[in-house]
């Protein structure tokens, strides 16, 4: 068996490059969490345009993962990323000076196709440029951290661009970054197309958008609106139009997605705990904020600026992930992190009303460590045990059971604390008292700002207490969630450490 090429000083320099695409994708997930007021303000946007400007990005992204991911192994993975990157960047100009709600709902729409271009065109090329499996490892490592920063650093830089620019700024920093990857891409970072690849499976993407929207778009809108026809039927037509993909990829010539990936244990043993990995971070991460910002009261600014605290755990996560898998079986490392990521939970259920911010932020913390250590290996676990040929659909899969894990969160644990909410709020109260307080802790916050100063304050004391109750109820199913993972992704993933992948095809030279 030949030795494996080792990375140099130009791959660890193109992983840079690479990072900025990511950085920019994971902020754009979080960094309108502030900047909706203005945006209402200056374009009059309705309940309605509000959920859309939110929430189409992430729609588009995830429909369009399976698409991208195949057509970046076929035209070259670089290509792909450079057309994400000039797209990206026209869209970003396009929503920050959009006139009205439907350009930017248009625009944002844009950005997400330019995502899904990205982020699977990032994880494959690592898969190219790494061939050693040690330094595999290490750039996957790095590659979870910074998109793991891009979703914490996004409401913070966020909430420093509109206290002195307009709205529009926090799309612009994304255009400076892209004409920077365009110049800097053709030089460092190498080409791959899958040699062989044949024609792009047209009827295939079309049949994943139309099995991957409607499932999304279904589970949020039971998260924010309860149980209702429509969604339900989107959810069924959905996994209808799933079924179909799954028997398209079995007949097509030249499938999308190798059905054959999945009979690794390493790779579907790693796709299930990506994705409860991801439900348990961001069903946590919607009680956190608003705990922060409605039980301690503190400014949007403020609870960002905080939530950072946990990062000085979560920065050596990753890198002690891929320490300890380079000495145990891999299993056991996630096991150990799966349990990590419970104690955090565990100390969740310990928090109340007048708690100190140390308890929320430290189990936060351990959630989000234990959670980057789980993300990192899973995705090292993914990329090595597929062919580089495949590493563009692989990483695409992956993240489209990321999306669905972040819709699952919001979804489970957020139907979860809201009957604890509810079954928490005293019977017998005033109809003027009740009301608010029954339909959550933002609408009771929002009521009592118009009310007397003494029955505010009942409402609120009521209202933040049932909300901590709910989250110290969500807390505990999540603790029990994470244990049971840590107990069945030892035993999946148990001795599936993955063997030195064959030698790669020809990379394609770079223009």
């Known amino acids: 068996m030949g030795t494996t090429e080792r990375a140099g000083r130009k791959e660890w320099i193109a992983l840079g490059v690479l990072a900025l695409p990511l950085l920019l994708v994971s902020m754009d997930v979080s960094v309108l969490y502030f900047a909706v007021p203005f945006i209402s303000a200056d374009l009059g946007v309705s309940a309605t345009e509000q959920l859309w400007i939110f929430d189409i990005y992430g729609f588009v992204?995830?429909?369009?993962?399976?698409?991208?991911?195949?057509?970046?192994?076929?035209?070259?993975?670089?290509?792909?990323?450079?057309?994400?990157?000039?797209?990206?960047?026209?869209?970003?100009?396009?929503?920050?000076?959009?006139?009205?709600?439907?350009?930017?709902?248009?625009?944002?729409?844009?950005?997400?196709?330019?995502?899904?271009?990205?982020?699977?065109?990032?994880?494959?090329?690592?898969?190219?440029?790494f061939h050693d499996a040690k330094q595999r490892q290490q750039a996957i490592a790095f590659w979870?951290?910074?998109?793991?920063?891009?979703?914490?650093?996004?409401?913070?830089?966020?909430?420093?661009?509109?206290?002195?620019?307009?709205?529009?700024?926090?799309?612009?920093?994304?255009?400076?970054?892209?004409?920077?990857?365009?110049?800097?891409?053709?030089?460092?970072?190498?080409?791959?197309?899958?040699?062989?690849?044949?024609?792009?499976?047209?009827?295939?993407?079309?049949?994943?958008?139309?099995?991957?929207?409607?499932?999304?778009?279904?589970?949020?809108e039971l998260a924010a609106h309860g149980a209702s026809v429509l969604p339900v039927v989107a959810i069924a037509g959905g996994l209808m139009f799933g079924l179909l993909f799954v028997q398209r990829q079995r007949t097509a010539v030249h499938p999308m997605v190798d059905l054959s990936m999945f009979r690794d244990r390493a790779f579907s043993g790693s796709l299930a705990a990506n994705t409860i990995g991801t439900l348990a971070l961001?069903?946590?991460?919607?009680?956190?904020?608003?705990?922060l910002q409605l039980v301690h009261g503190l400014s949007p600014l403020k609870a960002a600026l905080w939530s950072l605290a946990p990062s000085v755990l979560v920065g050596g996560a990753a890198p002690l992930a891929t320490a300890l898998a380079g000495k145990l079986d891999r299993a056991y490392v996630i096991g150990g992190a799966f349990v990590l990521a419970a104690s955090g939970y565990a100390v969740l259920t310990q928090v109340h009303v007048d708690s100190s911010l140390a308890v929320p932020l430290v189990g936060a913390g351990l959630l989000a460590a234990g959670l980057v250590m789980?993300?990192?290996?899973?995705?090292?676990?993914?990329?090595?045990?597929?062919?580089?040929?495949?590493?563009?659909?692989?990483?695409?899969?992956?993240?489209?059971c990321s999306e669905f894990g972040g819709a699952l969160g919001i979804a489970i644990l957020g139907s979860i604390g809201t009957a604890a909410y509810r079954a928490d709020v005293p019977s017998g109260l005033p109809p003027a008292v009740a009301g608010p307080i029954r339909d959550g802790l933002p609408a009771a916050t929002a009521a009592a700002g118009h009310l007397p100063a003494q029955l505010a304050d009942a409402i609120l004391t009521t209202a933040r207490h049932a909300f901590t109750h709910s989250m110290n109820v969500v807390a505990l199913v999540g603790t029990v969630l994470l244990l049971a993972t840590a107990v069945t992704t030892t035993l999946t993933l148990r001795g599936t450490t993955p063997v030195p992948a064959p030698e790669e095809p020809e990379l394609t030279p770079a223009a």
């Open 374 to 400: 789980v993300m990192t290996l899973v995705t090292e676990a993914v990329v090595g045990s597929v062919a580089p040929e495949r590493a563009g659909s692989a990483s695409a899969v992956m993240e489209t």
């Open 144 to 220: 979870s951290a910074v998109m793991m920063g891009g979703i914490t650093l996004g409401p913070v830089l966020g909430g420093f661009l509109l206290e002195h620019f307009w709205w529009g700024s926090v799309f612009l920093i994304n255009t400076p970054a892209m004409v920077l990857l365009l110049v800097l891409a053709p030089v460092l970072l190498p080409e791959f197309k899958t040699p062989a690849a044949g024609r792009f499976d047209l009827l295939g993407s079309v049949l994943s958008l139309a099995a991957v929207l409607p499932v999304i778009w279904g589970i949020k």
């Open 61 to 129: 992204l995830a429909g369009l993962l399976i698409t991208m991911g195949s057509l970046g192994d076929r035209i070259g993975r670089r290509r792909l990323l450079l057309f994400g990157a000039i797209g990206f960047g026209v869209a970003s100009l396009a929503a920050a000076y959009a006139r009205n709600p439907e350009q930017l709902i248009a625009a944002r729409a844009a950005l997400g196709i330019g995502g899904a271009t990205l982020m699977p065109s990032t994880l494959a090329l690592i898969r190219n440029m």
């Open 282 to 291: 961001v069903g946590n991460a919607v009680f956190l904020t608003q705990y």
